[in-house]
């Protein structure tokens, strides 16, 4: 067999002048993620709210993928949602993972006092997400100004500091807000104890270059003016995905130097939804910047799929059903010639810029109208099927005859046809 190095049969123009100059000494770990799927992503007009059965098995996903952190609910919203975070973190707690939990809560006290008694029962910090918008169109929507919201932060986020409460100090809809006023109420917050801050696209308006700029100004004025050191202070990303840009402002939010990003499960969340987290966790192992065993990441899509009915688009990036299939003829051959060699590396890469295998799937050949016979004849040959002429040939008539790709029921049921006939 030929013998050639991977290395040289791509020529990889995402890597031509790119360099992150990350130094793991201005922060507090090395990049984690949060998984927003159970709290934000349930906001969904479209979601069902799983079970407290499939919630816990959601949480193994996460654990299982290496996520580090994840937003258990909102006690906020009455007795049930407390008693399901109850359970998610005795659940946690007796299997000893490593998943970090938080609550979001709104900047009351009572929204807070929940997780005073749920620290004390799990013996477990319990992360504080203490929301407040802060954006001059929301301060004018709700008749407030910059007094009573540093006012409002400080009465919850003392109250969460003198009981023990981790707090990420979030302000909503971030990436509309004015430099003065976010630097006013991060630097307060940071100063009453808060050691963790999120900065968020809330309405999903911001572009690449808006993370960089935004995220330059939080870590080169904000923090530094605060008193405080960046390795000090966790500088979390959290963004939707009302234009789409979503994943690639979770990319520009590594490359700016943020701590944690946010994400849930196929994007799931308000409105357009919350910006991808299993598409974000693809594309930041292929670019090499984590190295998390991400085989089951595509059960779990298809878990929160089914548990939480958010949609699974057929020709969704990597885990949809058509991701990693082809019918095309020139595309399947490629493939073919790859598979016949023995070469697992090219032929997952041939016609896909994601390899399959990686995330615990594998490339398909499917036949229809655009198929080739070589389509047909290893569709049979994987079938358990001898590719005589005269099948072959049948089945290519066949396919040609389809408005679109035959499903293997029915390229069973037209074998049958043909072998009766």
């Not at 999120?198 to 008193?227: A, W």
Request: aromatic share 8%; proline share 4%.
């Amino acid at each position: 067999m030929e013998t050639v190095e991977e290395h040289s049969l791509i020529y990889d123009w995402n890597e031509i002048g790119y360099s992150i100059d990350r130094k793991d000494g201005n922060h507090p770990h090395e990049l984690w993620f949060d998984d927003e799927t159970l709290r934000d992503g349930l906001q969904s007009p479209s979601a069902r709210n799983p079970t407290i059965e499939q919630k816990i098995e959601l949480i193994d996903y996460m654990e299982r993928l290496g996520i580090q952190k994840v937003d258990l609910g909102l006690p906020g919203a009455g007795p049930y949602h407390v008693d399901h975070i109850d359970s998610m973190l005795h659940h946690m707690g007796d299997h000893g993972y490593k998943l970090r939990p938080g609550c979001a809560v709104r900047t009351v006290v009572s929204d807070i006092e929940p997780l005073v008694d749920l620290q004390a029962k799990h013996e477990r910090e319990i992360q504080a997400s203490a929301f407040l918008g802060t954006s001059p169109i929301r301060q004018f929507a709700e008749g407030w100004n910059m007094e009573k919201i540093i006012s409002t932060a400080e009465k919850a986020v003392t109250f969460a500091v003198d009981n023990n409460i981790p707090v990420m100090f979030v302000t909503e809809d971030t990436t509309r807000s004015k430099p003065e006023e976010i630097k006013e109420v991060y630097s307060r917050a940071i100063e009453l104890g808060a050691d963790r801050i999120c900065v968020c696209d809330t309405c999903g308006h911001v572009t690449p270059n808006g993370v960089r700029k935004l995220l330059g100004f939080i870590q080169e004025e904000v923090i530094p003016d605060s008193g405080v050191k960046r390795r000090e202070i966790e500088v979390n990303w959290h963004g939707h995905q009302d234009r789409g840009l979503g994943v690639a402002n979770n990319l520009a939010a590594y490359e700016a130097g943020a701590d944690v990003i946010h994400g849930t499960a196929l994007g799931v969340g308000e409105r357009a939804g919350n910006a991808p987290l299993d598409q974000t966790l693809v594309n930041l192992s292929l670019m090499g910047v984590i190295s998390n065993d991400l085989t089951s990441l595509n059960e779990y899509s298809r878990k929160a799929h089914e548990y939480i009915e958010v949609a699974l688009p057929h020709n969704y990036p990597v885990f949809g059903e058509d991701a990693f299939e082809t019918g095309t003829g020139v595309h399947a051959s490629a493939v073919i010639k790859a598979m016949n060699k023995g070469d697992n590396w090219l032929a997952d890469r041939v016609y896909s810029g994601v390899p399959a295998g990686d995330f615990g799937l594998q490339q398909v050949i499917r036949i229809g109208h655009m198929s080739g016979r070589s389509n047909v004849i290893h569709w049979l040959e994987r079938n358990g099927y001898k590719p005589e002429d005269s099948l072959v040939s049948h089945m290519f008539e066949v396919a040609k005859s389809k408005r679109r790709m035959m499903t293997d029921e029915e390229v069973h049921l037209a074998i049958s046809d043909f072998r009766e006939y």
